[in-house]
């Protein structure tokens, strides 16, 4: 068949991605131009996201008088309005199309990153004030679901999990960069006198423009959201009403998912929002401000490089081994916390950070693979291209959603942070939570008889009347 079409606008009339002459001639190049927008756009929402983390432990310095407990809800509740809003843009993709979506979540980012830039230049701004601010950053942690959703509509399924751990792992990447470059920018005025006057830090007697932390983004967010308009497009087929989406809520596979990917990217990023202040806590000699970006740089990176690994040997195989290491290595975290030994410590929280990332690229890969196999199961009757584009549709949703549920752990992980003055009680409810991720990944999706046990390893899809 060729489906080579005539020149398309912003919304793409004929998209099929599985057919080779259509994908070698221009859907390819059409999937990787939209990738490659989108991948900057969501690492400037990560970024104004995890702005609170690298923000709130230098309020204190500069004349605010915030306990400990009230430094991580900031970090927390940026974490809860994340999550909240990405369950709602899981399903905003089909709706609206991808660009319009993307350009005006992208945009929305200025919001908070002018909001957050003011209110820190005041010392005598009270606290419910950066609460709603610490809400408002959760925009970037909203753009998350949707970003994933769109773009796994352009790729074939071959190609997906790879796509789509470029897309998170280079997006995740602006939880390092905040982590790196604020510590950088607020000690220069590299803003000059639009981002205001300097604060000087208490103790010390040096100035500093934490305003910066915020104010920083701004441009880059109006390049990246005039970008998006511009360049990205709408898939038409890939319309889809609320009510279309909602079918899988009636899936088992998407609460379980839900819960498996929680283990993976909602560790990342609850351990990155909350990294920076529990070392300041717990190793207070130790001046570690230049490096705590490390964990989430690994995390992303890990993502982005071993995502092919999932496409090649199995999702459910390499989730399976990523949550037994996760639970050794929170293990270590706990027993060298217990020695007071930063650099046991240090050493485990990277390789826990490793792992996140490398979950975070096999759960995903995971998720084509098994609703291709339900759908199989549940529409037996239908024609290929029928069942094909459901798959699709409940794929990419069930992406999106998964995502909204996981992102809450960046409000569980500092919420447990803070409301525990040992933060080991706090790891072991983690690593308990780990068990049942691998037990869950062991029996539904791994062991013979499982969803995925015949696609793994034999690349073989269930077919009606085939005998198990």
């Not at 088992?252 to 283990?263: A, E, I, P």
Request: glycine share 10%.
């Amino acid at each position: 068949m060729n489906t080579k079409s005539q020149p398309q606008g912003k919304t793409l009339m004929v998209w099929e991605p599985e057919e080779h002459s259509f994908w070698q001639n221009e859907g390819s190049a059409i999937a990787q131009r939209n990738l490659w927008i989108s991948i900057p756009a969501l690492l400037l929402a990560f970024a104004i996201w995890q702005v609170w983390s690298v923000t709130a432990g230098r309020l204190n310095d500069v004349g605010f008088h915030f306990t400990p407990s009230q430094l991580f809800w900031l970090t927390g509740l940026a974490g809860l309005s994340g999550g909240t809003l990405r369950i709602f843009y899981s399903f905003m993709v089909p709706i609206f199309g991808g660009r319009a979506w993307t350009t005006m979540v992208t945009l929305s980012l200025l919001i908070p990153a002018i909001g957050i830039g003011y209110a820190v230049q005041n010392p005598s701004t009270p606290y419910y004030v950066f609460a709603i601010l610490a809400l408002l950053a959760g925009l970037g942690g909203g753009n998350f679901a949707s970003s994933m959703s769109n773009i796994s509509f352009f790729f074939p399924r071959a190609q997906k999990g790879n796509a789509l751990a470029l897309n998170a792992g280079l997006g995740n990447l602006g939880v390092s960069v905040v982590q790196f470059v604020v510590p950088w920018v607020i000690t220069v005025g590299v803003l000059g006198a639009l981002a205001g006057d300097p604060q000087t830090v208490v103790k010390t007697g040096k100035n500093i423009w934490l305003q910066n932390a915020a104010f920083f983004w701004v441009p880059f967010i109006v390049v990246c959201g005039l970008l998006a308009w511009i360049g990205m497009n709408n898939i038409a087929k890939a319309k889809a009403s609320f009510s279309d989406q909602a079918v899988i809520f009636k899936r088992k596979h998407n609460w379980l998912m839900c819960w498996l990917y929680m283990g993976t990217f909602g560790s990342f990023i609850g351990y990155a929002a909350g990294f920076p202040l529990l070392t300041k806590i717990q190793f207070p000699e130790v001046d570690f401000s230049q490096y705590v970006f490390l964990g989430a740089l690994i995390g992303a990176l890990s993502r982005v490089f071993t995502g092919w690994i999932a496409d090649k040997v199995g999702g459910a195989r390499v989730t399976l081994v990523v949550f037994a290491a996760m639970i050794v290595c929170v293990l270590g975290v706990i027993y060298f916390i217990g020695a007071h030994s930063f650099s046991g410590f240090f050493v485990c929280f990277m390789l826990l950070f490793f792992c996140t990332g490398v979950g975070n690229a096999s759960t995903f890969q995971m998720i084509p693979n098994i609703m291709r196999q339900e759908l199989i199961r549940l529409m037996p009757d239908a024609a290929p291209d029928v069942r094909q584009r459901q798959t699709e549709k409940e794929s990419a949703a069930i992406t999106g959603f998964t995502s909204a549920i996981a992102a809450y752990g960046f409000f569980l992980i500092p919420a447990l942070y803070a409301a525990l003055d040992d933060k080991r009680d706090a790891l072991w409810v983690f690593l308990g939570f780990y068990v049942t991720c691998f037990i869950i990944t062991w029996v539904y999706y791994f062991r013979k008889g499982s969803v995925l046990h015949d696609v793994e390893r034999y690349g073989r899809f269930w077919n009606p009347g085939q005998k198990n």
